[in-house]
DNA sequence: TGGCAATGTGAGTAATCGCTCGCATTCTAG
DNA sequence: CTAGAATGCGAGCGATTACTCACATTGCCA
């Protein structure tokens, strides 16, 4: 699709000042993000909302795309720790306890800042990061239904990978969803329970 | 987030040539926007792959967003158009039948185009239409809880609006992200089977 | 056939913006 | 304290692209 761009930085900050430096670049260019896209995400723009001069933007950042890649690589670092501590946390829970935790722990995630989240991952045939996103997705995927295939027996599925990326796609779409277009269902305890039902419905398990 | 730009056509096509003009103007607008984004739709390349001048370009599109205004438009048209379409064929059939065909249909509606459905989506924020969108979502959502109302009887269903809304997110993201991410469940009977599955439990109506 | 409406053309303009580079300032270690 | 590394600055350049406008061609109807 696009021509892939460099996005490795030029220079690495050492000192504190250049290390608040580039967090002010990075903290401006997720704020003009979210409010005027990749179009109003113009590298003054963020050099006089980071308070710096475009110059010291350059120091760190080869090019216009390396600022939105750099953000999208935080928020994929941040994301998968996030589920590999709740997968590790639910791992051994009685089945309604992890499905609930997961299901919380989704809505949370995407709770906390669902604009930016759409907004990278929108980036992403811009700025590359689609083979990262197909790993960690896929290691996901994986982890899922690696739990379900170990206690089949008490489950109703038939294919633990099939089931893994039913239930996956419907929890992300479910929060995703809540989170943008209907923000109101985020602090109704129904939006859980539902989603919770609907999950253990479809494992054969009692909600408890 | 932007600043709305008009989108209003200059004028109209009355003519055939200048009725297939704006077609090709149209056809090469969406295969440059699956094959190099908005950053790559320049007018001129339109212009070019349209095998048009500019100049005619501007005859009927007074702006480059209203490019991919029109296209979003006509997705919007056609989808509309298939979801009621579908909803009404399934009004009075068993539940089972009814929740397959709706799956098949969403399937198939994500599997024709996923590029081009997931690229159009990205530029709303840019062109507008987000109001459309919305209205045709809470129409569908309406649609599938008045549906889910008329036969609460028959269903372990709580709340008919939540039920929809976790059902309509669930159904659509399946479709979407098997089209774009993993393609090859696409042709594998058991993503409908499983998605079927989840959503008849979920009903408490047994899978036909 | 002729006149007017409909349609098509494309060179060129003005604005925007990504990025550079020569210079200035601050920090750190010997 | 000094020298060199680290960091910061911003005017300005060159490339790109959205769009115009004066002119040309085609279609249609009386």
New interface residues.
Partial sequence: ??RQVKTTPRKRPRQTRSKETVESILGATARIL????F??LTTNAVADQAGVSIGSLYQYFPNKQALVAALIERRLDDKNARTHAALAEVASAPFPVAVRTMIRLTIENYAAAPELSR?LI?QV??VGRMARI?EL?QGTLKLVAAVLQARKQELAV??PD??A???V??I???AQ??AL??PQ?LSDP??IE??C??VT??L?VSDG
């Fill in positions: 699709m696009y979210v409010k005027h896209g179009d109003g907004v929108e045939p811009r197909a997705h038939r294919d099939m089931a990326f039913v239930l796609a419907s992300e779409a479910i969803r809540a277009f209907q269902r129904a939006l539902e989603t039902t609907m419905r479809y054969g």
